[in-house]
C-alpha cells in the first residue's frame, strides 16, 4: 500500500501548477499506484480567512465519491485569526478532516506564540495530526513578493518542546536536519514522521540510522513538485539500509499509525 503523506489542491500565485484539483491528483495517484494521499488547500496560505480555503476543499472531495475513498484532508488553521477556534471545530466535527496543517511563517506568527501553543494542544486532545511544512517552494527563484524565509529541522522544535505529546508531521525538509543532542533526543521521543519529498531527505538511509525507521513516510509534496522523487527515495534504499518490512513502513505502516487508520 502507498499513501502519500503530503500533497495539495489549490493555486501558488508565483508558478504555474498542474493536476492542482482532486482530478488531476487522482490520475496521478493512478497513474504511480498511490492508494491515498492526505491533502489541504494551497489556497489556505493566501487566504486571509483560511476557513474558505478548508470549505473549498471538502466541497471539492464531496463532488465525487472516488475523491472521498482516496483523499484524507487536512485543515489550514491560522491561530492568530479570529475565529481560529471556531474554524478547527467546524473542521473536525463537520468537515471530517483528519488532521491540520500550519504555515506560520506565512501567516506572520512564531510557533511557540500562546495562540500556537493552545491550538496545537487543542488538535491534540482530538487526536489531530499536526502537519508543518519547512518550505512551499525554493525561494532562490522565487517573486520578490514571496517571503524569502526557509525553515531548517530545527525551527519546529520549540512547538515540540511546549507540546511533547502531540502527533507532527514534518513535511519537505529542504535544508539543515542537524540537530544537537537535546532537540535529536526530542525528536526520537516523539510521534513524529518527516516524509520523503524535502531536498534533505536524499541520503534517507542515513537519515533513518539517525532518527528511526518509525520516523519517515512517503510524501510528494505535489503538485509543487514531482509524484517520483519522494518514492524512489524509498525504492532505491539498499539492503543494508532498510529491508522489506522498514520499506513497508516506509510507504505506508507509519503514515497509518499516526492517523490510526
Same mark, same amino acid.
Request: glycine share 6%; with cysteine.
Given at each position: #500500500?502507498?499513501?502519500?503523506?503530503?500533497?495539495?489542491?489549490?493555486?501558488? =500565485?508565483?508558478?504555474?501548477?498542474?493536476?492542482?484539483? *482532486?482530478?488531476?491528483?487522482?490520475?496521478?495517484?493512478?497513474?504511480?499506484?498511490?492508494?491515498?494521499? +492526505?491533502?489541504?488547500?494551497?489556497?489556505?496560505?493566501?487566504?486571509?480567512?483560511?476557513?474558505? !480555503? /478548508?470549505?473549498?476543499?471538502?466541497?471539492?472531495?464531496?463532488?465525487?465519491?472516488?475523491?472521498?475513498?482516496?483523499?484524507?484532508?487536512?485543515?489550514?488553521?491560522?491561530?492568530?485569526?479570529?475565529?481560529?477556534? %471556531?474554524?478547527?471545530?467546524? *473542521?473536525?466535527?463537520?468537515?471530517? #478532516?483528519?488532521?491540520?496543517?500550519?504555515?506560520?511563517?506565512?501567516?506572520?506568527?512564531? +510557533?511557540?506564540?500562546? !495562540? *500556537?501553543?493552545?491550538?496545537?494542544?487543542?488538535?491534540? %486532545? @482530538?487526536?489531530?495530526?499536526?502537519?508543518?511544512?519547512?518550505?512551499?517552494?525554493?525561494? @532562490?527563484?522565487?517573486?520578490?513578493?514571496?517571503?524569502?524565509?526557509?525553515?531548517?529541522?530545527?525551527?519546529?522544535? =520549540?512547538?515540540?518542546?511546549?507540546? =511533547?505529546?502531540?502527533?507532527?508531521?514534518?513535511?519537505?525538509? *529542504?535544508?539543515?536536519?542537524?540537530?544537537?543532542?537535546?532537540?535529536?533526543?526530542?525528536?526520537?521521543?516523539?510521534?513524529?514522521?518527516?516524509?520523503?519529498?524535502?531536498? $534533505?531527505?536524499?541520503?534517507?538511509?542515513?537519515?533513518?540510522?539517525?532518527?528511526?525507521?518509525?520516523?519517515?513516510?512517503?510524501?510528494?509534496?505535489?503538485?509543487?513538485?514531482?509524484?517520483?522523487?519522494?518514492?524512489? @527515495?524509498?525504492?532505491?534504499?539498499?539492503?543494508?539500509?532498510?529491508?522489506?518490512?522498514?520499506?513497508?513502513?516506509?510507504?505506508?505502516? $507509519?503514515?497509518?499509525?499516526?492517523? /490510526?487508520?
Amino acid at each position: #500500500m502507498l499513501i502519500d503523506s503530503n500533497a495539495y489542491v489549490g493555486h501558488w =500565485p508565483f508558478r504555474q501548477l498542474k493536476d492542482n484539483n *482532486c482530478k488531476g491528483l487522482l490520475e496521478r495517484m493512478d497513474k504511480f499506484g498511490i492508494d491515498l494521499s +492526505l491533502v489541504s488547500n494551497l489556497n489556505g496560505v493566501f487566504y486571509k480567512n483560511t476557513q474558505h !480555503a /478548508n470549505e473549498e476543499l471538502y466541497e471539492e472531495i464531496r463532488s465525487n465519491k472516488k475523491y472521498e475513498k482516496r483523499f484524507l484532508p487536512f485543515a489550514v488553521i491560522n491561530p492568530i485569526y479570529n475565529g481560529w477556534k %471556531d474554524d478547527l471545530e467546524i *473542521c473536525t466535527k463537520k468537515l471530517g #478532516m483528519k488532521g491540520i496543517r500550519l504555515h506560520p511563517v506565512y501567516h506572520g506568527y512564531d +510557533l511557540d506564540k500562546p !495562540a *500556537c501553543v493552545e491550538l496545537v494542544k487543542m488538535a491534540r %486532545d @482530538r487526536g489531530l495530526v499536526v502537519a508543518l511544512s519547512l518550505r512551499i517552494v525554493d525561494a @532562490r527563484p522565487s517573486s520578490w513578493l514571496d517571503v524569502e524565509k526557509e525553515w531548517v529541522l530545527k525551527d519546529v522544535t =520549540p512547538i515540540m518542546k511546549a507540546v =511533547p505529546d502531540a502527533k507532527y508531521l514534518i513535511l519537505n525538509v *529542504c535544508n539543515s536536519t542537524a540537530l544537537g543532542a537535546e532537540d535529536l533526543s526530542l525528536f526520537k521521543k516523539a510521534d513524529v514522521i518527516m516524509d520523503t519529498s524535502g531536498r $534533505n531527505i536524499s541520503d534517507l538511509g542515513k537519515l533513518i540510522s539517525t532518527f528511526g525507521k518509525e520516523k519517515f513516510a512517503f510524501g510528494t509534496h505535489a503538485p509543487v513538485l514531482d509524484y517520483r522523487t519522494g518514492l524512489l @527515495r524509498v525504492e532505491a534504499l539498499r539492503g543494508n539500509e532498510a529491508d522489506e518490512m522498514t520499506k513497508e513502513l516506509l510507504r505506508s505502516g $507509519n503514515i497509518k499509525r499516526l492517523l /490510526n487508520i
